[in-house]
């Protein structure tokens, strides 16, 4: 079959199985959009800004399991996109995006909207390709997709040519890859496997510490198991929160800089750390060398490079968590003795007791964590909550009950404001049936303000929940803390008019102060169906405790919550 | 941790893009690159790079594994018994001692390669710390210009 590369685009989207594509146009990739226009077998939903059509995906992504695609046009389109595709990058999503670009015989001349697409996006996408050659193209979408979701996920840029893109040549698509240069190894060294075990069966204080892995592996069922059978505690970090689930009593909290109390202790005291698709994040481990001091590691990972990156590991498995997991639980089923580790989990929840994840509610002003806890109580399992970054995102991380996999989408790595309402519409539309919550602040949401119109025009309910203390609230925390209270640049007291503006675009909105008002506007949004901005005034002058200082030891918490 | 220098071969694709890829990752990391040499390995669609670096043991295994993620990669060695030898080319005044130069040179195994008017270009291969010293060697014959090829590997 002889066809266009635009054409080839197209039937390799539909072969993979794509249904929904997020995007939007301009002058390289129009022979792609071209096509897009002439076809019915994917959707494609037009977003307002290039980077948010690849947070979209991103988002679609997180939420469905499968690999999210976008496309955009040469030069500004693509580098408005590397802020989605480092995004991407750093939390191991799968995505293919597709740029257009000059026509070969420009590339190299600074031509209008030229830009080194690979180039630029080299140090953020897992792999990328600059199409020289039509015959090329076939073979190089195939792969990209395989990169894309195989070993540890990561977003394929594939820059094409507009002369590529209309030229016309024979396509057939592969039917398999052969990359004898890439071949991720899923099934872990059986040796290392079963002395881990062995470390497990002698430990006397282990502890599971879950990373984005265990939910990028699908695992989430082989850990809750392991779990089970053993009866060892569990950490999640902020990637992996819903693994365990809410209400498993084995798991203990988010562990980190701003973990709770018994997580933290558990990872300075604990003899073993079972690392699962977790990387030592700095935002985790707080200073290394107190990191876990008296613990041997186990570190399953599919990414050989996360293994004694930052920590030294004792049982080094490269693979997939569900299949490691699944030789690990073989090996303990018939040995462990889940009371072995009773007075260890009796010393945790003690200290869980001593201090608990809480804060002080009021009744003059809404506490931000109340607001998260009420929309947990509201719906719950039902929703899928995204979340931009800044105090909210630690919040929700902490308050929300989240109790499956896929349920929590926030850009953990990277931390890129901007991130969560462009991710909620994606998330929107692979779960049509479930709500979907985007819990943002007042600076995060007008970062991606524009995608208001996107999810009007494509009816697509999604509720924003602005934590509005008018500040910059993290960094004004920092500056609190660290900075005498100098605050530099971070009092968001000029502000839009979050009603109107949500309204103005075709949406609904909301402005609350009291609790009243947030249950009325949270049973409204639930109800309405339409993009919703839920403008919340809580205390100002909230801080998101516990926090271990940058670069302090886990141990070193501050835990008060003083009125203010 | 304590600082070696290491010599690592990268086996890859010989594609557009593979030394970019090979040496951002070198930049954007913050590791060290001595030296770097590439070329095609014969009769294959493959490129053989040769890198000498410095780190600690952690970065050196993170350079590997760094180094071996890349797509285009298909095999890294971090050389422990090896054969290495550099070239270099230094150019003298032709009023030099040529007869000198010349012994000097064939001590590194090399010569004088090139006779010009008003200069000679003299050619030197061995171990990087011979050619250390050949280079310092020549420093009293007034040199005009040195080009080091860096650093080619093989494993014994």
Known sequence: MKISGAQMIIEAIIAEGVTKVFGYPGGAIMNVYDEIYKQNDFEHILTRHEQAAVHAADGYARASGDVGVAMVTSGPGFTNAVTGLATAYTDSVPLVVISGQVPLSLIGTDGFQEVDAVGISRACTKHNYLVHDIADLPRILKEAFYIARSGRPGPVLVDVPKDITGEIAEFVYPADVHLPTYKPNYKGNERQIKKAAEAILKAKKPLLYLGGGVVLSNATEVVRRLAEISQMPAVETLMARGVMGADNPLLLGMLGMHGNYASNMAMSETDLVISLGARFDDRVTGKLSEFAKYADVIHVDIDPANIAKLVDVDYPIVGDIKIVVEKLIGHLEARIKPERYHVWRDILKRYDELHPLTYHDSDEVIKPQWVIERIGEKVGADAVITSDVGQHQMWAAQFYPFDRPRQWINSGGLGTMGYGFPAAIGAQVACPDKHVINITGDGSILMNVQELVTAAENKLPVINVILNNHFLGMVRQWQTFFYDKRYAETDLSYQPNWKLLAEACGGAGYDVTTKAEFDAALDAALEGGKVTFINVAVDRLENVLPMVPAGGALYNMLLEHKES | ?156
Do not use: W
């Open chain 2, 1 to 156: 941790m304590e600082t070696v220098r290491r010599v690592i071969s990268v086996v890859v694709l010989n594609e557009a893009q593979v030394l970019a890829r090979v040496s951002g990752l070198f930049a954007g990391r913050g590791y060290n690159i001595e030296t770097l040499t590439v070329a095609p390995i014969p009769e294959t669609d493959l490129s053989h790079m040769t890198i000498v670096t410095r780190g600690n043991q952690r970065v050196i295994e993170q350079i590997t594994k760094q180094l071996h993620k890349l797509i285009p990669t298909l095999k890294v060695i971090e050389h422990s018994e090896m054969v290495e030898k550099e070239m270099v080319l230094v150019k003298f005044p032709i009023e030099e001692k040529l007869s000198d130069i010349q012994t000097l040179c064939a001590a590194y195994n090399g010569g004088i390669v090139n006779v010009g008017e008003n200069m000679v270009i003299a050619m030197a291969a061995d171990e990087p710390m011979r050619i250390k010293h050949f280079i310092t060697a020549t420093k009293r014959y007034n040199p005009i210009e040195i080009v080091r090829s860096g650093v080619v590997a093989m494993e014994r």
